[in-house]
């Protein structure tokens, strides 16, 4: 059974940092694409960004890049995505999600993880 777990969330003031991870076991983690979703309050799941499995190749939506970043370790099955220069706007529940292929829509991913509260005050 798979299982992606997400930790890292909380409070931060605005212009701070955060890194939030995702613990995935129950499948071949290295030969899948790991992403990014968050869920601002009152709206849908919405891409952050993601990494492939093979040469670590990353994408971020236009928002994201510049200030997070997202890496993996294959030897421990992590995925980390770091939050830098955090707005109240980045607000959200953040999730990890694994697929085969890389995709930016949220209804194409296989696993999905519960979910950690990121919330930054002004």
């Known amino acids: 059974q798979v299982h992606l777990v997400e930790s890292g969330g909380g409070l931060v003031q605005a212009g701070g940092s955060l890194r939030l991870s995702c613990a995935a076991s129950g499948l071949p983690f290295s030969t899948y694409v790991m992403a990014w979703f968050r869920r601002p309050p009152g709206k849908e799941r919405l891409f952050v960004g993601m990494?492939?499995?093979?040469?670590?190749?990353?994408h971020y939506t236009d928002d994201a890049r510049g200030r997070f970043t997202i890496t993996r370790d294959n030897d421990k099955n992590e995925v980390y995505l770091e939050m830098n220069s955090l707005e109240p706007e980045d607000t959200a529940v953040y999730y990890c999600a694994a697929r085969r292929r890389a995709s930016w829509y949220a209804r194409e991913y296989e696993y999905w993880g519960q979910g950690t509260q990121v919330t930054v005050s002004s």
């Open positions: 990494i492939g499995w093979s040469y670590g190749t990353t």
